[in-house]
Each structure stands twice: as C-alpha cells, then as structure tokens.
Nanobody, 120 residues
Framework: QVQLVESGGGLVQAGGSLRLSCAYS????????MGWYRQAPGNEREWVST???????TYADSVKGRVTISRDPDKKTMYLQMNNLKPNDTGIYLC??????????????WGQGTQVTVSP
C-alpha cells in the first residue's frame, strides 16, 4: 500500500514563503510523475505543479514564477517551495503520485493534504 504524507503548511502573511513536503512510502513498481494540487473552500480541486520521473516540471499560470517543485528520490520526498505567497494561494495542498502498481497497472495516489493559509 502506498502512502503519501504532506507537511509544511501553516499560516503566513502575504509575501511570505512556505516549503511543503510530501513523503511517500509503500510498494509500487515505478513512478511516472508526482504533483501538487490545492483546494480552497467551495472551489474545485486545482492543479498546481507536476514533476515527471525525468525531472521535467510544469506549473499552473497562477503560481508560475513563485513556486518550485522538486523531488529527492533518496529521501522519497517531493517538495514545493512557495514564495511571494498571496491570499488566493490559501487552501489545502494535496500531494499526488501517478505510478505503476504491483499488478502492472497505473494507479493514482493521494495524500491527506496540508493547510496553507495566507493572510493579507
């Protein structure tokens, strides 16, 4: 069973920074990509950023230039460095992993999320 555990959220003033972490564990054959999503109260879940197994990164226009996604395979951890945070960045940030499971099929795994609150 694969587990994803996010951490690093909190309350920060506009303009501040946070670094989110997503530690993953469990058994799977290979990772295709990992990503971050966020969900604000009353809103749909929104894609934030993705990093492929090859290291290619992509970002939503709303965060481009302010966030950096990275992954440390040795630590089995993915990160999201967020700078110049804005109140609109407030939400629950969730970690996602797309991987090939032990049955050779693709699976999508999610963490429970970490709350980010940005005050004006």
């Amino acid at each position: 069973q694969v587990q994803l555990v996010e951490s690093g959220g909190g309350l920060v003033q506009a303009g501040g920074s946070l670094r989110l972490s997503c530690a993953y564990s469990g058994r799977f054959r290979s990772i295709h990509n990992m990503g971050w999503y966020r969900q604000a109260p009353g809103n749909e879940r929104e894609w934030v950023s993705t990093i492929t197994i090859g290291g290619t990164t992509t970002y939503a226009d709303s965060v481009k230039g302010r966030v950096t996604i990275s992954r440390d395979p040795d630590k089995k951890t993915m990160y999201l460095q967020m700078n110049n945070l804005k109140p609109n960045d407030t939400g629950i940030y969730l970690c996602n992993m797309e991987a090939t499971n032990l049955f050779h099929t693709s699976s999508s795994y999610w963490g429970q999320g970490t709350q980010v609150t940005v005050s004006p």
